[in-house]
């Protein structure tokens, strides 16, 4: 069981915004505004999307944006395109460790 | 380009000691400003931070809770590389295994991942 959590799906039609939540407690999402967003392709490498809970790396199409409120974060993806159907994963700073969310696929209908 | 290039068994026996390398090109182990750290991922345990190591005038490791009795991250600075250590595997540590820099609490740059298996 992972120790921040997503819900395991979600989907969006081509041009439209999804957004995903990853709720945690004040000892990791709560407590530090290092929360960082990952996006995996099947078969592949996690790869970085947002990190410092709303910057991207460069690269990142800024259809990516990332915000934080309390415990829960959230990612938001505008425009919706075919390559975005991926898995997405949530993770914190907790202290000398971090933590992981179980992950959450996004189907573009 | 910062890339990570990794190597190691693809299988283990159980009780016996998984052994992992991550060789880093255009960047330096021995930075003051990245560390270099140990994740894994299988279905039922999803993403899981295990440990890294990294250089601040010294050498620092730190070691996830659920693994620290039996984990050892260690760097080789004269190949510019760092390694994982996982003694007294069982068939829970099946997982592909990867490498990844650390930078701005982030981790942005990860290696190809190994599928390690834990059978007899």
């Known amino acids: 069981q992972s120790a921040l959590t997503q819900p395991p799906s979600a989907s969006g039609s081509p041009g439209q915004s999804v957004t995903i939540s990853c709720t945690g407690t004040?000892?990791?999402?709560?407590?530090?505004?290092?929360v960082s967003w990952y996006q995996q392709h099947p078969g592949k490498a996690p790869k970085l999307i947002i990190y410092?809970?709303?910057k991207r790396p460069s690269g990142v199409p800024d259809r990516f944006s990332g915000s934080k409120s309390g415990n829960t974060a959230s990612l938001t993806v505008s425009g919706l395109q075919v390559e975005d159907e991926a898995d997405y994963h949530c993770?914190?700073?907790?202290?000398?460790?971090?933590?992981f969310g179980g992950g959450t696929k996004l189907t573009v209908l | 380009q910062v890339q990570l290039q990794q190597s190691g068994p693809g299988l283990v026996k159980p009780s016996q000691t998984l052994s992992l390398t991550c060789a880093i090109s255009?960047?330096?182990?021995?930075?003051?400003?990245?560390?270099w750290n140990w994740i894994r991922q299988s279905p039922s345990r999803g993403l899981e931070w295990l440990g890294r190591?990294?250089?601040?005038?010294?050498?620092?490791?730190e070691y996830a809770v659920s693994v620290k009795s039996r984990i050892t991250v260690n760097p080789d600075p004269s190949k510019n590389q760092f390694s994982l250590q996982l003694n007294s595997v069982s068939p829970e540590d099946t997982a592909v295994y990867y490498c990844?820099?650390?930078?701005?609490?982030?981790?942005?740059?990860w290696g190809q991942g190994t599928l390690v298996t834990v059978s007899s």
């Open positions: 004040s000892g990791d999402i709560g407590g530090y505004n290092y």
């Open positions: 993770s914190s700073y907790a202290g000398s460790n971090w933590v």
């Open positions: 410092e809970v709303n």
């Open positions: 255009a960047d330096s182990v021995s930075s003051n400003s990245v560390a």
């Open positions: 990844a820099r650390g930078k701005f609490y982030a981790l942005d740059i």
């Open positions: 190591t990294y250089y601040r005038s010294k050498w620092y490791n």
